[in-house]
């Protein structure tokens, strides 16, 4: 492949895929608020006292959980799967970069995008432990 059909490839699919990604998370996150309106909001309300309350814990799903009961239509893990999908497009940016650089063979950005990619996964590894 031509060094110039990359340099497009890179200029064109890097914001497509940016636009996809916030795009999708922008409609999953307005779908969960449509739902909360429709299940009315003092039902959270309820919630949020409940998480005030002093020694209250809830168990923390796990991702197919969150993911089943979006599909069910429950507004908060809607919610929450529109924030995943948002978490992730840094991600997907980085990975997108860190595989042209590997096809490229620059070690130099191998390397850089290797630990920021490594990074970002840890962060929301350890955002979802802690």
Not at 14 to 40: F, K, N
């Amino acid at each position: 492949m031509a060094r110039e059909d990359e340099d497009r490839i890179l200029r064109v699919w890097t914001p497509v895929i940016l636009r996809v990604s916030v795009t999708t998370s922008a409609v999953i996150l307005v779908i969960g608020l449509i739902i909360i309106g429709m299940y009315g909001p003092q039902r959270f309300v309820e919630r949020f006292h409940e998480l005030q309350a002093p020694g209250v814990s809830f168990p923390q799903e796990r991702w197919t959980e969150l993911f089943g009961q979006g599909l069910r239509g429950q507004p908060r893990a809607v919610l929450m799967v529109g924030l995943l999908v948002l978490t992730l497009v840094p991600i997907g940016r980085v990975a997108f970069a860190f595989v042209f650089f590997l096809k490229e063979r620059d070690t130099y950005f191998i390397f850089l995008t290797a630990t920021v990619l490594t990074l970002l996964i840890l962060g929301v590894v350890l955002g979802r432990v802690g």
